[in-house]
């Protein structure tokens, strides 16, 4: 039987914190989410964004002196929020040498951490909060400095494939006409599309139509990460939307040029309580193995998306 002292937990410590970070880093690679946030280290309990929005146009200045133009006039802050997730590893188990049925527990933490982050953005589709503007990030009325109105919800003709090929030229437009803050086109091109499950084939059959009243019924490709492309569009399917019938048309452009934004503070770490000689850990018989890490999402221009609602 094994000896449970300090000196084995710590070896067995360092063993998970390996396997962990494995398939953290593993997993992480398969989430197609990533692509929609602007990563940003913070290096306090909050972030303050002031430079959301456009920077001033450039200007012939042969003959002159350029207008010099500071952050613009928003303030933006997101506050890291505390994430944790803890197992219970029963003191027996390490003293039979049991490592082979704990493992596959600090892979799911591993898997667990690599997610999270994947959830809150995508409860951010229906429950986005507001805009830096100070306004509701998906709406009919707004003006970004001296930009014209921004609509970003479209009201669909439905999820039939012709009636989305319809709103998605009627999005793809709108999204092109949409002006920054000195007023000027920003031409934006809508490459990815955020589908409920129950219409990722119709979206799929609307983007790989063959001839006139001919549609391609073949399957839907396979992912792990659960994007696909289909006439250069990205596709991810967001299991977490409630209403089966919106889809969201975004523009993904380099890393400071997406939709949403994660924060990270502090990377998600497995932590534990295993000092062997402990009151409680005598008493109980058991140890703590826990992920923690610190971090927020938010959205960032809301010029980057279009909700289609179709009732």
């Not at 494995?22 to 990533?34: I, K, N, P, V, Y």
């Not at 793809?172 to 031409?187: E, K």
């Not at 975004?250 to 503070?265: M, N, S, Y």
């Not at 000689?277 to 140890?287: A, G, Y």
């Amino acid at each position: 039987m094994t000896v449970v002292s300090s000196q084995f937990l710590e070896g067995v410590l360092t063993n998970f914190q390996a396997l962990f970070a494995r398939e953290f880093q593993a997993a992480s690679a398969l989430q197609g989410w990533r692509e929609l946030a602007m990563p940003i280290s913070s290096d306090g309990e909050q972030n303050t964004y002031e430079w959301f929005g456009t920077v001033p146009l450039m200007g012939d200045v042969t003959h002159g002196s350029p207008v010099i133009s500071g952050l613009n006039e928003y303030n933006f802050s997101v506050v890291n929020s505390d994430f944790q997730a803890v197992i219970e590893v029963q003191r027996k188990a390490l003293e039979r040498d049991r490592l082979n049925l704990i493992t596959p527990r600090i892979q799911q933490l591993g898997q667990e951490a690599a997610m999270h982050p994947g959830r809150l953005i995508f409860n951010l589709f229906e429950t986005p909060g507001n805009a830096f503007d100070g306004a509701a990030f998906f709406a009919n009325t707004r003006v970004i400095g001296a930009s014209a109105n921004v609509d970003n919800i479209l009201v669909g003709t439905g999820t039939t494939v012709a009636q989305v090929q319809t709103d998605l030229a009627a999005a793809r437009a709108q999204m092109r006409l949409y002006q920054d803050d000195q007023g000027r086109p920003m031409n934006l091109i809508g490459n990815t599309i955020v589908v409920h499950p129950d219409i990722e084939q119709i979206m799929w059959q609307a983007l790989n139509v063959q001839q006139a009243g001919l549609q391609n019924n073949s399957a839907i490709p396979a992912s792990i990460s659960g994007v696909f492309s289909g006439q250069s569009y990205r596709i991810v399917v967001n299991p977490q939307l409630t209403d089966a019938n919106d889809w969201y048309l975004l523009h993904i452009g380099g890393p400071a040029f997406r939709p949403f934004v994660l924060q990270t503070e502090k990377m998600p770490v497995l932590e534990s309580d295993t000092n062997p000689d402990t009151r409680e850990n005598i008493l109980n018989r058991d140890f703590i193995y826990s992920v923690y890490g610190r971090y927020a999402v938010a959205v960032t221009d809301p010029r980057l998306a279009i909700r289609t609602t179709n009732s």
